[in-house]
């Protein structure tokens, strides 16, 4: 069985790194990027005891690994588990200070945690605004923080009562997906979805306009992008524009569309603020847990059942 630091320990790591006198910054959106990653030799000292593995560095990297003997902050030493079994758990500080993690232990399937929720992963296939599949996505699950898949659970009964079901496009996303997001912006030659997601804007502008950003909420783990479906007509509900537009026609409070497509929007968005989740103010279908359990940390394992594997 593979073995990983406890949430303890790896909280410990990211704590000590952050003190350390690396800040962390809010992204102003929700889009992404990966940035490469320079943590302190002086906090990984703080955290780490003599059966500790040293603190190796590559590149613009230090990366604090913790493996089969963790921290004094660790409950369980595993002491029989060959060095092939072992995940170790890496905690790294970005140039502009914001904690990556690819420790999984507070995630949960979103299949099982919602399981009347209709999956549509959309960055697993090819039907997105890149074209391609996105890297990261390994499999068409969806994996969100325990706490934001059990508001996303009471939200779902809550829809269920009135004939709907949520449908899925994306929850959790890893850094190296939002990195694939950036490189894609920076070839503007590739413009093969144009017509789909972006027909009124130049690419060029999607950095500018914020479509495209350095780091994703979607990356702390606590934020969903969904819709309706409607389980009288069985069909997705007519929110009056598509999931990833890029246009003011995305915006929630839009309301050059129909009386219909405007009170869908806001049943969707009525019952997820009910369980505490928080709109974004330029897209309908997006969401994150208000109070989210990781609110300043980026995670980077890729989207997979194996990723929650103990």
Known sequence: MKKRMTKAAAFAVAMALCFAGCGSSRDKKDKKTDVTTQATTEASAEVTSENTEDTTATGETATVATTENTTEATTETPTEASSDDVVEITTEISEDGYVLSNDPSDFVLLAEAVPDAILEIRYYSTYNFVG??????????????????????????????????????????????????????????????????????????????????????????????????????????????????????????????????????????????????RPLEEEWWHFTLDEEPYPETYFTFPVSEDSLED
Do not use: C
Request: proline content about 3%; hydrophobic content about 35%.
């Open 132 to 277: 391609d599949r996105i890297d990261g996505y390994e499999e068409p699950v969806a994996l969100l923080t325990k706490e934001a898949a059990a508001a996303l659970r009471a939200v779902s009964d809550d829809l269920k009562e009135k004939g709907y079901r949520l449908k899925i496009f994306d929850a959790y996303r890893p850094q190296m997906a939002v990195t694939n997001f950036v490189r894609w912006a920076e070839d503007t030659d590739d413009t093969r979805m144009k017509e789909y997601f972006y027909p009124e804007l130049d690419k060029s502008v999607l950095f500018d306009q914020g479509y495209i950003a350095l780091h994703s909420g979607h990356s702390r783990g606590s934020t969903v992008d969904l819709t309706l479906f409607d389980m009288k007509t069985e069909k997705e509900v007519d929110m009056g524009g598509t999931f990833d537009y890029f246009g003011e026609l995305s915006h929630p409070d839009y309301t050059d569309i129909t009386e219909e497509q405007y009170a869908n929007r806001m049943i969707l968005r009525e019952a997820m603020m009910a369980h505490g989740f």
